[in-house]
T-cell receptor, first 114, second 115 residues
Framework: AQKVTQAQTEISVVEKEDVTLDCVYE???????LFWYKQPPSGELVFLIR????DEQNEISGRYSWNFQKSTSSFNFTITASQVVDSAVYFC???????????WGAGTKLIIKP | EAQVTQNPRYLITVTGKKLTVTCSQN?????MSWYRQDPGLGLRQIYY???????DKGDVPEGYKVSRKEKRNFPLILESPSPNQTSLYFC??????????????FGPGTRLTVL
């Protein structure tokens, strides 16, 4: 069965600190897709990244980076030099190729203090 | 403007009174889905649809119905709402479904309270 675990319920850091959000997943499939979404205080859901299981290359987009490690079934998200605007709930999610269900983690609430 | 719209945005109702939450997208997406969000549980998928007349259950389909008669619309129907269906509901759509699930575009959410 699919499962996504985001063990960090809430993280609080001071602006400009680096912060890593953990995501651990479980799946029996060899082909699957991992996602990160952001939900700012305004409530909308915003797509950040999609990664397929055959692409283990790390991704960097500005201050955001993602570390995908199949050996540990993890897909962690790092924000470098955090800013107050990064404050949000961040969700990791998993979809297996054999169906189009999407399983979400419980989310990590990130608080960036000025 | 490309968007997913949901109506109503807020709804307070009573147990057993049938209701429909509408969802519409203008991006010609094949895939559409409904989720509910509850504190501490993240989002859970209720139903999804790969195309017109094709729907499948997600994780928590009990108590919900959907239909996909047109590509742009994917209404969520609660035939006999109960208090445990009080939640924040999101509709989403995604580009052509081949090759695995892709980036989803979300509606603004519908906050439902069942008394």
């Amino acid at each position: 069965a699919q499962k996504v675990t985001q063990a960090q319920t809430e993280i609080s850091v001071v602006e400009k600190e680096d912060v890593t959000l953990d995501c651990v997943y479980e799946t029996r499939d060899t082909t699957y897709y991992l996602f990160w979404y952001k939900q700012p205080p305004s409530g909308e859901l915003v797509f950040l990244i999609r990664r397929n299981s055959f692409d283990e290359q790390n991704e960097i987009s500005g201050r955001y980076s993602w570390n995908f490690q199949k050996s540990t079934s993890s897909f962690n998200f790092t924000i470098t030099a955090s800013q107050v605007v990064d404050s949000a709930v961040y969700f990791c999610a998993l979809s297996e190729a054999r169906n189009y269900q999407l399983i979400w983690g419980a989310g990590t609430k990130l608080i960036i203090k000025p | 403007e490309a968007q997913v719209t949901q109506n109503p945005r807020y709804l307070i109702t009573v147990t057993g009174k049938k209701l429909t939450v509408t969802c519409s997208q203008n991006m010609n997406h094949e895939y559409m889905s409904w989720y509910r969000q509850d504190p501490g549980l993240g989002l859970r998928q209720i139903y999804y649809s790969m195309n017109v007349e094709v729907t499948d259950k997600g994780d928590v389909p009990e108590g919900y119905k959907v239909s996909r008669k047109e590509k742009r619309n994917f209404p969520l129907i609660l035939e006999s709402p109960s208090p445990n269906q009080t939640s924040l509901y999101f509709c989403a759509s995604s580009a052509p479904a081949g090759g695995g699930l892709r980036e989803q575009f979300f509606g603004p959410g519908t906050r439902l309270t069942v008394l």
